[in-house]
């Protein structure tokens, strides 16, 4: 797995990838939701607004829960949500985790935030791994 710097700007995102030539797995969710849900592709405006550090709505951008100590976000496009997570030690850094296009409420559940937390402690050990202190963007 590797680091792979999706946006860049005053903020950066970034996803987990299996190699420097895949694409992330939050990219291949989005590409294939985009096919049935119109809505998805709005998320890559609102990933350029926020690098680009343009303010969000709550509608848009907002603490979606926390997970062990850790908060965790959500991007908002429609019924559409991509959690992410701020790096604890560099908070230019969104790391997106995974995409969910079936809410029906308002109240997030706990296994999403568990899944966004897994992704969290895979990105931690390839910064411990590498010996990465800081992602060039």
Do not use: W
């Amino acid at each position: 797995m590797i680091i792979k710097t999706l946006y860049a700007g005053e903020k950066n995102i970034v996803a987990l990838a299996k190699s420097c030539d895949s694409k992330a797995d939050i990219e291949v969710e989005l590409e294939v939701e985009s096919k049935r849900n119109s809505a998805i592709k709005g998320f890559d405006v609102l990933f350029r607004r926020y690098c680009s550090g343009n303010r969000l709505t709550v509608e848009m951008f907002h603490e979606a829960g926390e997970y062990k100590a850790q908060r965790f976000y959500e991007f908002r496009k429609g019924r559409a949500r991509v959690y992410c997570v701020m790096d604890p030690k560099d908070g230019s850094i969104m790391l997106l985790t995974h995409l969910l296009c079936s809410k029906s409420t308002n109240q997030t559940k706990t296994s999403d935030l568990a899944k966004a937390y897994k992704i969290l402690t895979q990105y931690h050990k390839i910064l411990t791994q590498y010996q990465i202190t800081k992602i060039e963007r």
